[in-house]
């Protein structure tokens, strides 16, 4: 996926998804010097590494 294809799936910015992979969360590979793409299944992955949204939590 582009970078832009990859924010929308992850539903944040294109600038936001940026600090995430610049923050060393992700990392894009490149096809060449101007191609960048991400796997699905390792965003996959990470997305499960990420803590659950409030509604989500079991009871404490």
Aim: aromatic share 8%.
């Amino acid at each position: 996926m582009t970078t832009n294809q990859a924010a929308a799936y992850w539903s944040m910015s294109p600038r936001s998804f940026r600090s995430l992979v610049n923050a060393g969360v992700l990392k894009p590979r490149k096809l060449g010097p101007r191609m960048i793409r991400y796997s699905r299944a390792e965003m996959d992955a990470v997305a499960e590494t990420f803590p659950a949204e409030r509604g989500d939590r079991p009871p404490a």
